[in-house]
């Protein structure tokens, strides 16, 4: 199912979208000042013995993909993988808790952490329909007590249905007279993701623990 919501704000709405319009000008795209990002999302739970990371018997971790369209190459990426000692059955507190709130009480232990840094990483996209990211991560101890490891990563994102689309129409009048008006859509959709980060291999056992996203965010701006 498809969700469609159309608003109209007149003049007095241009004092609420002055950071839309200072990134439209910093990502011109001719007369028009079209913006394009899209993105991609996995998190994931996995289990078993990672060479690479601290003994623990369970992973979570997260791999986020920005990409603008009017840049060349991908423009952000970032990903974490956790290390986790749990009894059979149990999960991990959510990613990041622990930066939050220090180390915390329960069945589970924590081993340490890496964060992952992907240079050069190459992100295809096919609207959010499909998206693909390879390259070769750094991965670095967040404490600094283990020299860094290099990791693999290769992800294939697939939309699936329903898609979700929210479609919002702005225009306001500038001092000089002209009337502006933009049109942002934003789209998002759940995705089916796999692949591998190092020797971690997300969906391939039925223990997995996969949560994927595609989305997207488009501004145009036209004058008049």
């Known amino acids: ?36 990002a899209k993105n991609a999302y996995v998190s994931w739970v996995d ?14 971790g997260v791999v986020s993909v920005g990409d603008d369209a009017s840049t060349p190459g991908t423009d952000d990426v970032s990903a974490r993988i956790e290390d986790w000692r749990c009894p059979t059955g149990v999960l991990p507190p959510e990613i990041f808790v622990v930066d939050e709130e220090g180390p915390t009480p329960g069945p589970c232990t924590f081993r340490g952490a890496r964060e992952l840094e992907i240079p050069g990483a190459v992100a295809t996209f096919r ?11 750094r991965a670095t101890d967040v404490y600094g007590a283990a020299p860094a490891v290099r990791m693999p990563v290769d992800l294939t994102f697939r939309g699936l249905r329903p898609v979700d689309r929210d479609v919002h129409v702005d225009s306001w009048v500038e001092d000089d007279g002209t009337k502006v008006t933009v049109r942002t859509t934003d789209t998002s959709r759940t995705a089916a993701v796999r692949g591998r980060v190092g020797s ?19 501004a145009v701006f036209t004058r008049s």
Not at 127 to 137: D, N, S, V
Not at 200 to 218: F, M, P, T, Y
């Open 1 to 36: 199912m498809r969700h469609l919501a159309v608003r109209t704000v007149t003049a007095a709405a241009a004092a609420v979208l002055p950071l839309l319009a200072a990134s439209s000008a910093a990502h011109a795209g001719g007369p028009r000042d079209d913006y394009l």
């Open 47 to 60: 289990r078993g013995a990672v060479p690479g990371l601290f003994g623990g018997n369970v992973h979570r």
């Open 200 to 218: 971690i291999r997300i969906a391939d056992e039925r223990s997995d623990v996969v949560e994927g996203q595609l989305s997207s965010h488009q």
């Open 127 to 137: 609207g959010t329909a499909a998206a693909h990211l390879t390259g070769t991560a």
